[in-house]
């Protein structure tokens, strides 16, 4: 079939694929992970068609719109590395960029690189199927497409499916409903309305405090108190900017050898080796600077209850002096541990409960019972609102990838196989699943790291694959069943070391009625990097290559 090529400098050729394929790679989702996975397969000569379900590109930042969303990793770190060119001319304005930049951001790297003319907009995924005959896969969109391709790769992203809870009544309300995770683009007018926001994570920290100042009265519907360190986010100037320029691929070197793949300063005590001043004096410096280094404050955080409990009451000593109201201070106050659960940052949030038009709402004490045409029923007693926000999440890290029907060899369904909790090999391959990858799986640093280089980590490692096979011949690659189930033991056994698992959250599944509690995420990118690293390099052991 003669189809249209194009280059790294964006000019076309016509080229061929081979044995009836309508395309050499389908990628789902225009986020940075199927932007960045087209174009290196697009350089490598593959025709290459991404669909996406919005019609933008952005992904997590088409669909998050909602006042006050913001990345919580620092912009001149949240980028792409690939293209040095990119990094030098791409300039940030905030120190953590807002929603809207980061869309833009996206939206340049889309043009620069001319991506659009192979990404089908509006067009959503809905099954995709092996075909043991053909060796290639049939992907299904609910358009109506139907193509054939040799390779399949879901870059879906890790919190794209939003979360809305049966909460009874729900659908009889007669004011405006919307999750933060699908917010309408023309906005929501909060302007003298009476606003709940139900869920307290990161979406609602970042929210509240926003609707907040146009709202006539909010409430604040809160199950689970969370923990929050101030962002202290500011300007970026040019000369702050410059200077990391200037030395950008050191920089980002330096980044990824951290566990997190993010630039901190890892203590290199442990937090029990300190006496009170001592550990007082680091967290209220780490406070001051911001943002998620707080927990790298000592090395044993994330790995002992005690260390990790110095944190946590420093943090919940912090809301008591922050929360005018001594009641409303102890019931914002959390007593899980501390970043377990994702920490939340935040602008302003617990300063928002010191505002005259604000309620929490503790759902500890009575839940709620109903949501009725005109309110939310807590406690026997209707709360009436005009705007209910659900701030409730995601069906984090799988719920991308079920939610498309895929079945692979043999026609088993990955639903089927990861009944009991998702397994891979290194996060991206599935056994019985040939020539597919899923970017940032379960079982890859994803979202316990900065997304960008663990993102490029996947594309660059899926990218290679594919040159390796063209030169050596191989039509097919897959997991053994084998280094699966390695690679979950070895997953497990890097969690079971930490304190990580130990809290219920969307890292272990518990956000969703019904979904097996599995700890979803591998911790340590610079260890995963040498993992796959020393995969490719010895010849993709664990991989059967036909
Ligand atoms: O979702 P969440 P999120 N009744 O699952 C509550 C990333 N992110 O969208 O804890 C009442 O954290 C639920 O209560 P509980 C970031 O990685 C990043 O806020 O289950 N409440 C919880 O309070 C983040 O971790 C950024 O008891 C209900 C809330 O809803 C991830 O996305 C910004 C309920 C859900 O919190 C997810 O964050 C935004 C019910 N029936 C998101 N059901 C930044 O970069 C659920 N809840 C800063």
């Not at 509006?122 to 390779?151: H, P």
């Not at 316990?448 to 899926?462: A, C, F, H, K, M």
Request: charged fraction near 25%; hydrophobic fraction near 35%.
């Amino acid at each position: 079939m003669a189809v249209k090529e194009q280059n790294a400098t964006g000019q076309s050729r016509d080229t061929e694929t081979a044995g009836g394929l309508d395309f050499d790679a389908v990628i789902v989702g225009a986020g940075f992970a199927g932007l960045y996975m087209l174009h290196r397969l697009r350089s490598a000569g593959l025709k290459t068609q991404v669909f996406e379900a919005g019609d933008g590109v952005g992904g997590t930042w088409y669909w998050n719109l909602y006042p006050g969303a913001r990345c919580d990793v620092p912009s001149m770190e949240y980028s792409y590395q690939f293209d040095p060119e990119l990094q030098q001319e791409w300039e940030w304005t905030e120190r953590y960029a807002s929603q809207g930049e980061i869309l833009k951001y996206l939206e340049h790297v889309a043009d620069r690189y001319n991506l659009r003319p192979d990404i089908k907009f509006n067009t959503r995924v809905g099954a995709a199927r092996y075909d043991d005959l053909s060796n290639s896969w049939i992907v299904e969109t609910e358009n109506g497409d139907n193509v054939k391709s040799r390779f399949f790769i879901m870059a879906t992203g890790c919190l794209s499916v939003p979360y809305t809870p049966n909460i009874e009544g729900l659908n009889d309300f007669e004011g405006v409903v919307c999750h933060t995770g699908n917010w309408p683009k023309e906005g929501i007018d909060a302007v003298g309305k009476r606003v709940g926001v139900i869920g307290t994570g990161s979406s609602g920290i970042q929210v509240a405090p926003m609707l907040a100042e146009d709202a006539e009265h909010m409430f604040v519907f809160q199950r689970t108190p969370a923990y929050s360190v101030p962002s202290q986010n500011r300007p970026l100037d040019a000369e702050e900017q410059n200077t990391i320029k200037a030395r950008y691929e050191e920089f980002r070197a330096e980044a990824k050898r951290n566990r997190a793949g993010i630039m901190y300063e890892l203590g290199q005590k442990s937090a029990l080796d300190c006496d009170k001043e001592e550990l007082k004096r680091e967290y209220e410096i780490r406070w001051e600077i911001g943002g998620l280094g707080f927990t790298a404050a000592f090395k044993d955080i994330f790995d002992d209850v005690d260390a990790n409990n110095t944190a946590a009451e420093f943090v919940r000593e912090k809301i008591r002096s922050i929360v005018r109201n001594p009641a409303v201070a102890e019931a914002l106050t959390p007593h899980t541990l501390i970043g377990c659960k994702r920490l939340c940052v935040s602008a302003g949030y617990f300063e928002t409960f010191n505002r005259s038009n604000v309620t929490l709402v503790d759902l500890r004490k009575e839940a709620i019972e109903r949501i009725t045409k005109t309110g939310i029923v807590v406690g026997g007693k209707e709360i009436p609102l005009d705007v209910i926000v659900l701030a409730t999440g995601f069906d984090a890290i799988t719920g991308a990838l079920l939610r498309v029907r895929i079945h692979g060899k043999g026609g088993i369904e990955l639903k089927q196989k990861w009944a009991d909790g998702p397994k891979t090999y290194l996060g991206h391959s599935i056994a019985g699943f040939p020539n597919m990858f899923a970017i940032t799986g379960p079982g890859s640093p994803s979202v316990l790291s900065n997304l960008v280089p663990s993102i490029e980590q996947d594309v660059n490692w899926i990218g290679d694959c594919i040159d390796y096979m063209n030169l050596h011949g191989h039509q097919v690659i897959e997991a053994t069943s084998e280094a699966e189930a390695g690679w979950v033991a070895h997953v497990n056994k890097v969690a079971n070391k930490t304190i990580y698992p130990l809290e219920d959250s969307w890292y272990v599944g518990t956000n969703i009625p019904g979904k097996p509690r599995v700890f979803l995420p591998y911790i340590g990118f610079p260890d995963y990097v040498g993992r796959c690293t020393e995969v490719a390099d010895r010849g993709y052991t664990g991989y059967s290559l036909t």
